[in-house]
């Protein structure tokens, strides 16, 4: 079965940075895209980027290349989102998702359970 | 980019009811759309791929039809635990994934 693991809640001030992590189970890591997606309070879905475990490749949303970095551990089969310099409207529920395809970016086949991070001063 | 629309935003039914909504893309995305489903508090959850596939497991009440720019999302006979939003997501033109703005059914 596949899970996917999510780090928890956190709180940060203003300008701070946050890591997110995402350990997976169930499947070979380096054959699945991920991606990052998060949700503002009561808004939809904001995709982020993505990562090909494989090679450690990356593509991010144009609003976040200047402030993301997404890297994954191999050997622990585990993808992490660090997310700078943030903002109030940077309070989110952040989700890591496998994709539904091997090799190829699709689309978000398995979701995390969901980080909560929330910017405050 | 490629912008996905949703309508209505929201919608009310009752169980039993016929439920259809719909996404459209800005361009031809061809059959290249994922539609998920999310219950408050949890994250997403795929429902249907390539337009118009279930994933396993999903109940064949859901069905989605479609291709080019317009599509539609149905269920045949709404159940309590549909009460949820649903997204549109096109993987035709990547990056960027792009999702729609949601329909919440209640």
């Known amino acids: 079965q596949v899970h996917l693991v999510q780090s928890g809640s956190d709180v940060k001030r203003p300008g701070a940075s946050v890591k997110v992590s995402c350990k997976t189970s169930?499947?070979?890591?380096?054959?699945?895209?991920i991606h990052w997606v998060r949700q503002a309070p009561g808004q939809g879905l904001e995709w982020m980027g993505w990562m090909n475990p494989d090679s450690g490749g990356t593509t991010y949303a144009q609003k976040f290349e200047d402030r993301v970095t997404m890297t994954r551990d191999t050997s622990s089969s585990t993808a992490y989102m660090d997310l700078t310099r943030l903002k109030s409207d940077d309070t989110a529920v952040y989700y890591c998702?496998?994709?539904?395809?091997?090799?190829?970016?699709?689309?978000?086949?398995?979701w995390g359970q969901g980080t909560l991070v929330t910017v405050s001063s | 980019d490629i912008q996905m629309t949703q309508s209505p935003s929201s919608l009310s039914a009752s169980v039993g009811d016929r439920v259809t909504f719909t996404c459209q893309a800005s361009?031809?995305?061809?059959?290249?759309l994922n539609w998920y489903q999310q219950k408050p508090g949890k994250a997403p959850k795929l429902l249907i791929y390539?337009?118009?596939i279930l994933e396993t497991g999903v109940p064949s009440r859901f069905s989605g039809r479609g291709s080019g720019t317009d599509f539609t999302f149905t269920i045949s006979s709404l159940q309590p635990e549909d009460i949820a939003t649903y997204y549109c997501q096109q993987y035709d033109t990547l990056p960027p994934l792009t999702f729609g703005g949601g329909t919440r059914v209640e």
């Open positions: 361009r031809d995305i061809g059959k290249f």
């Open positions: 169930g499947y070979t890591f380096t054959d699945y895209y």
């Open positions: 390539d337009a118009s």
């Open positions: 998702a496998r994709d539904r395809r091997k090799f190829l970016p699709n689309g978000c086949g398995n």
